[in-house]
């Protein structure tokens, strides 16, 4: 198993390149048309790849401490015994809302939870994690916690919403930047 260092430049060098997908089109303005089209291109593929980076794939290994799975930079492992936050990832496809409980812990590693036993793994290490008063209480989101069946379903719909929203509105930004660069309209 990797370690912690190795894990974080990884995920940085993934999300690097994530970026560099959505700057790419802008650092060759001046092709023009040529710019808007490779932005049509990449633009989303970047955002395709940025919610993958850090979500689990099979198989993974959930127990009491750990939650170790292989993802899109490589095998990331998890304590769960001093996670940090747990914030929700929502992203939208085809009519289908996918939802990833991301966990951060206290070595700067990140993890999305996709599968239902990870999830089941995560609630029994958080019920354990708030109830110990010697540890810092993590920073868990209203919509994680709805999505995990501990909060209000409420906050769920209001988090898709706004995901939804926020999403839209930064395509849509995106492509006018884009149409502005390729001097197109």
Do not use: K, W
């Amino acid at each position: 198993m990797p370690d912690v260092g190795t894990v974080r430049r990884r995920a940085r060098a993934g999300a690097g390149l994530a970026v560099g997908l959505l700057v790419l089109p802008f650092a060759a303005g001046g092709l023009a048309e040529a710019a808007a089209a490779l932005g049509l291109l990449t633009c989303p593929l970047a955002f395709l790849l940025f919610g993958e980076l850090c979500e689990e794939r099979p198989p993974a290994r959930h127990s009491t401490n750990r939650m170790t799975a292989r993802t899109l930079t490589g095998v990331r492992s998890v304590d769960l015994n001093h996670i940090t936050s747990v914030r929700l990832l929502t992203t939208f496809s085809y009519g289908s809302t996918y939802r990833t409980v991301v966990v951060r812990d206290g070595h700067g590693v990140r993890l999305g939870v996709t599968s239902a036993a990870g999830r089941r793994a995560l609630c029994r290490a958080l019920e354990r994690q708030t109830g110990d008063t010697t540890l810092r209480r993590p920073r868990v989101s209203r919509a994680a916690r709805a999505c995990l069946g501990t909060g209000r379903p409420g906050h769920l719909a209001v988090h898709t919403v706004l995901v939804f929203l926020a999403q839209v509105g930064a395509i849509c930004a995106y492509l006018v930047a884009l149409l502005e660069v390729g001097g197109i309209g």
